[in-house]
T-cell receptor, first 115, second 116 residues
Framework: EAGVVQSPRYKIIEKKQPVAFWCNPI?????LYWYLQNLGQGPELLIR????????DSQLPKDRFSAERLKGVDSTLKIQPAELGDSAVYLC?????????????FGPGTRLTVT | AQKITQTQPGMFVQEKEAVTLDCTYD???????LFWYKQPSSGEMIFLIY??????QNATEGRYSLNFQKARKSANLVISASQLGDSAMYFC?????????????FGKGTKLSVIP
């Protein structure tokens, strides 16, 4: 079974430029998450989707960040314009919300460096 | 609000020995779940083990076991017979039962180094 796929793995951009990250969740997983992981910290949730609906985006900085999940499968996270403080790893995760602990499966992340 | 505390920034263990990674938590939710994830240098978070707050027995998954002490609000991860491939960051996380319960709250992690 293929895991969560993210691209690109690494991205270096200058401040004020736009950037986009792509995530393909595990097949059949209806819930998708975007997390931000700063150096030396644990991941922090940015947004959660159930199918194509964003059900929790309270921690997404909406002035510069946007996300979409068309057709309830792949998702894109965008930053425009990027700031130096956005340098971090952006992790995508997915889960199937049924019986059980509904553990989240993570992708390898996109490491963003803003110069 | 939920909070996870991992007090060990780094740990060393000899290959084939057991090691315990500490995790304490704070929550007002009556029902919650506790998770441990492994993050190797490749960056991917790998799910290891889960403990529900009402589970009577401590969770075990192969060489991983979770020492759950509810009264102390601790959920320590025990790795038996350490292997070189166990060298990684380990994160403790929890999920509550209230609003936003799907959100995982992570600790800052513990870096485990296995010495040959």
């Amino acid at each position: 079974e293929a895991g969560v796929v993210q691209s690109p793995r690494y991205k270096i951009i200058e401040k004020k430029q736009p950037v986009a990250f792509w995530c393909n969740p595990i097949s059949g997983h209806n819930t998708l998450y975007w997390y931000l992981q700063n150096l030396g910290q644990g991941p922090e949730l940015l947004i959660r989707y159930e199918n194509e609906e964003a059900v929790d985006d309270s921690q997404l900085p909406k002035d510069r960040f946007s996300a979409e999940r068309l057709k309830g499968v792949d998702s894109t996270l965008k930053i425009q314009p990027a700031e130096l403080g956005d340098s971090a790893v952006y992790l995508c995760a997915s889960s199937f919300d049924g019986a059980g602990p509904d553990e989240q499966y993570f992708g390898p992340g996109t490491r963003l460096t803003v110069t | 609000a939920q909070k996870i505390t991992q007090t060990q920034p780094g740990m060393f263990v000899q290959e084939k020995e057991a090691v315990t990674l500490d995790c304490t938590y704070d929550t007002s939710d009556p029902s919650y779940g506790l998770f441990w994830y492994k993050q190797p240098s490749s960056g991917e978070m790998i799910f290891l083990i889960y403990q529900g707050s009402y589970d009577q027995q401590n969770a075990t998954e192969g060489r991983y076991s979770l020492n759950f002490q509810k009264a102390r609000k601790s959920a320590n991860l025990v790795i038996s017979a350490s292997q070189l491939g166990d060298s990684a960051m380990y994160f403790c996380a929890m999920r509550g039962s209230g609003a936003g319960s799907y959100q995982l709250t992570f600790g800052k992690g513990t870096k485990l180094s296995v010495i040959p």
